[in-house]
């Protein structure tokens, strides 16, 4: 299990249909990688100038979006997962 640190999020990229509304097929080279993850873990959170930790707002399920190039794509036990700040995220989807 990797945990990251302060205010980083590890993310799943959850993959984007692979047909466009008429119907055809997009191939893997022109396809854009989907701008929304679910989130795998995330760190205790940053702290302030006193010291004090400052709570996530995301936790461990969420499905977000992100910004076309946030993040750092690493690879964990054979997974190609994304690393990124909490502020990268733009929003939780319900």
């Known amino acids: 299990m990797f945990t990251p ?3 980083r999020v590890l993310v799943r990229r959850i993959e984007g249909d692979e047909k466009t509304s008429g119907g055809l097929i997009i191939p893997d080279s022109a396809k854009e990688k989907p701008q929304e993850g ?3 873990s995330v760190g205790a959170g940053a702290k302030d100038e006193a010291g004090a930790r400052i709570a996530m ?3 461990a399920g969420d499905r977000v979006l992100f ?3 946030s993040g750092t794509e690493i690879k ?3 997974e ?3 690393i990124m700040k909490e502020s990268d995220i733009l929003g ?3």
Do not use: A, Y
Request: without cysteine.
């Open 38 to 40: 679910e989130i795998v």
């Open 80 to 82: 190609e997962l994304m």
């Open 5 to 7: 640190l302060h205010d």
């Open 67 to 69: 910004g076309k190039w």
């Open 57 to 59: 707002d995301v936790k």
């Open 76 to 78: 964990i036990d054979g």
């Open 92 to 94: 939780v989807l319900s």
